[in-house]
C-alpha cells in the first residue's frame, strides 16, 4: 500500500516484507522503517499527519510519528 500524508511532505509504504517505509517527498529519500509482527494490507494516515493506521493480518496498528 501507499499513502501521501495530508500536506504532501511525507509518503508511508507497506511491503511484503511486513516492513512500514516513510519517505520525504520533496527529496524522495527513504527515512525510516519499521517492521511488524504480521503481513500488512493497507495504510492511512490520520487527518493531522501526525499518525498512520495500518491494517494487518494480525489486527489494527496506530504509529505515532510525533517527534519531540
Do not use: C, M, Q
Not at 47 to 67: I, M
Amino acid at each position: 500500500s501507499v499513502a501521501i500524508s495530508p500536506d504532501s511532505t511525507w509518503l508511508a509504504t507497506t511491503s511484503h516484507d511486513r516492513t512500514v517505509r516513510l519517505w520525504e517527498t520533496a527529496t524522495r529519500e527513504h527515512v525510516t522503517a519499521l517492521k511488524l509482527d504480521s503481513e500488512l494490507r493497507d495504510l492511512k494516515w490520520f487527518p493531522s499527519g501526525n499518525a498512520l493506521a495500518v491494517g494487518g493480518s494480525s489486527g489494527l496498528y496506530l504509529l505515532d510519528l510525533r517527534t519531540e
